[in-house]
């Protein structure tokens, strides 16, 4: 596991287009959310004092987790399994327990971060995102199909379109 922590360069994030990426791996799930320049505004806006929510939605291969983090714009992340090098197995989480979430801004300018909040996920939004993504996994992959797919949803719906046709949702205070 590799461990990160606040004001840390990641060499490989300089010049990291800005976006949001999900993954999952054995041990839980991150989001990483690449900001050139992220104001200090912006960056307070990750703070744990401020409302996050996360949602999922399913197009045909791609499932779409979408974000608001504090009183940011929603902001999206085409996800699938197929591309998870370190997820492994799925344990689904026994009562009253949910999948962890990093939740961590970098300046794609430096590669610096420059917040992280660590975050527990709901029983009810995890047990849901694992049906989904052990269902999907299950499926054959190509990943040129995949990259069509992911044109097509966004050429056809705005962000908060797909955030508001969620299949599932879990808000942390």
């Not at 689904?92 to 300018?109: C, F, K, N, T, Y």
Request: net charge negative.
């Amino acid at each position: 596991m590799t461990k990160f922590e606040v004001g840390q360069i990641i060499p490989e994030a300089v010049g990291h287009e800005e976006g949001v990426k999900f993954d999952m791996a054995d041990d839980g799930a991150m989001m990483i959310v690449y900001f050139n320049n992220p104001t200090d505004e912006e960056i307070k806006q990750f703070g744990s004092n401020n409302p996050y929510e996360i949602r999922f939605t399913e197009f045909k291969n791609v499932t779409v987790i979408t974000t608001k983090i504090g009183n940011l714009n929603w902001m999206d992340a085409p996800y699938t399994p197929h591309l998870s090098l370190n997820l492994t197995k799925y344990t689904l989480p026994g009562e009253g327990q949910g999948l962890a979430l990093i939740l961590m801004l970098v300046d794609s300018a430096t590669g610096e971060i420059k917040s992280m909040r660590l975050m527990g996920l709901s029983e009810q939004f995890t047990k849901k995102l694992f049906g989904c993504v052990m269902e999907q996994k299950m499926r054959p992959f190509n990943r040129e199909e995949y990259a069509t797919d992911i044109n097509r949803i966004f050429s056809a719906y705005s962000t908060k379109k797909i955030a508001d046709q969620a299949t599932a949702y879990c808000k942390v205070r």
